[in-house]
């Protein structure tokens, strides 16, 4: 008996998709995914959503796993647009190469299709098996620029240390609280303004995936210690003109 089916997340199906991440990627076994931890993502991050978690099976076993995770991005100076991301593609070295990640990608792209989403996007290597996959799905490339950040002739200093600019104006670099949240909102949501693609975010979601936890990128996430990993910098009168996260 060889049947294979394909559906939706059931509960108790976690501790096996994180074993299979676990296999299929070092980042998580590095972060040590667990099915508790995989569950957790979602308090956290809203776009990460269990209905939208598919598996394929064999013989009532999973063998496969792929996962739809929404995001709102920014598309010219005003524009909207809800995307089904696509992350997590997977399939235990003892089944690849029989057509179990097509199987469970096809499916995905056809429940997105149902529910209404107008655009699904990925991140994927260039020329190899998973691309061509991607590919022959309907996927088409994207290439997006890169973006350099100049090395500094000396190092980056903080701990409410003041530096002088270019210009001779007087900064201050020093850890962010949350008094900051609502000015660095802004200067996020002013970059949106500017450039496609980036991820739409509300308090709501600054505070829960920076203040409350903090997400290196989904689904890495630093719960119980709560870094401040949020650097500003802060004009002489007290207006915040930019920030980094490290």
């Known amino acids: 008996m060889n049947e294979m089916t394909v559906r939706t997340y059931r509960e108790g199906d976690e501790d096996e998709i994180a074993r299979l991440l676990r296999e299929c990627f070092d980042s998580f076994n590095s972060f040590a995914l667990t099915g508790e931890k995989w569950l957790k993502i979602s308090e956290f991050d809203p776009g990460f959503r269990k209905d939208l978690a598919f598996v394929a099976e064999k013989d009532g076993k999973i063998?496969?796993?792929a996962q739809v995770i929404v995001r709102e991005i920014t598309?010219?100076?005003a524009g909207r647009l809800k995307v089904a991301?696509?992350?997590?593609?997977?399939?235990?070295?003892e089944h690849r190469r029989e057509?179990?990640?097509t199987r469970v990608l096809a499916h995905a792209l056809e429940v997105v299709k149902e529910k209404g989403f107008p655009a699904s996007a990925l991140f994927a290597g260039q020329l190899g098996p998973a691309h061509t996959m991607y590919q022959k799905l309907g996927f088409a490339d994207v290439y997006l620029p890169a973006m350099l950040f100049r090395g500094v002739k000396a190092p980056l200093r903080w701990n409410n240390e003041v530096m002088p600019t270019q210009s001779g104006q007087k900064l201050e670099i020093r850890e962010s609280d949350e008094?900051?949240?609502q000015s660095l909102l802004g200067i996020y949501e002013m970059n949106c303004s500017t450039h496609n693609g980036l991820v739409i975010r509300d308090m709501k979601t600054w505070k829960s995936k920076f203040?409350?936890?903090f997400f290196y990128e989904c689904p890495f996430y630093e719960e119980e210690s709560k870094p401040?990993?949020?650097l500003v910098a802060e004009t002489e009168q007290g207006e915040i003109i930019g920030y980094a996260m490290s």
């Open 211 to 213: 203040r409350d936890s």
């Open 179 to 181: 008094r900051d949240d």
């Open 228 to 230: 401040n990993n949020i």
């Open 75 to 77: 598309v010219g100076s």
């Open 85 to 93: 991301g696509i992350g997590n593609v997977s399939t235990f070295q």
């Open 63 to 65: 063998v496969s796993h």
């Open 99 to 101: 057509g179990y990640s």
